[in-house]
């Protein structure tokens, strides 16, 4: 999906940081979710990725479908996973495990 902006990390590091802005989505939208590398391994691939977020929402936090519409917040979900990808490439964080909570920080003396 996003590769060909990886063309230098190995498969397990794309995967990483794709891991990685999904945990920057869930921050970012205040969910309290954190996806750990065996978690991400068993999702499904990318090309299905939004069938395996609506699994997830049903499976494990089934709870916030009694207020929110299921499309509605798989849709943010992707939105956002997206847009903190392409902020770690382009700050040049691309990195596997970066802590977004950490990244969004300001820097004393910057």
């Known amino acids: 999906m996003f590769a060909s902006h990886i063309s230098d990390t190995t498969a397990q590091d794309a995967a990483d940081i794709h891991r990685s802005a999904y945990n920057a989505a869930f921050h970012e939208l205040g969910l309290r979710w954190h996806w750990d590398a065996d978690h ?35 849709d943010a979900i992707t939105t956002a996973k997206g ?21 969004q920080q300001p820097q004393v003396g910057h």
């Open 40 to 74: 991400y391994e068993s999702a499904l691939p990318a090309s299905q990725e939004k069938a395996h977020l609506l699994s997830y929402l049903r499976n494990h936090q089934a709870h916030l479908l009694k207020a929110y519409d299921a499309e509605f917040l798989v």
């Open 83 to 103: 847009r903190c990808y392409e902020t770690l490439l382009g700050s040049g964080r691309a990195r596997p495990n970066v802590n977004w909570a950490e990244m």
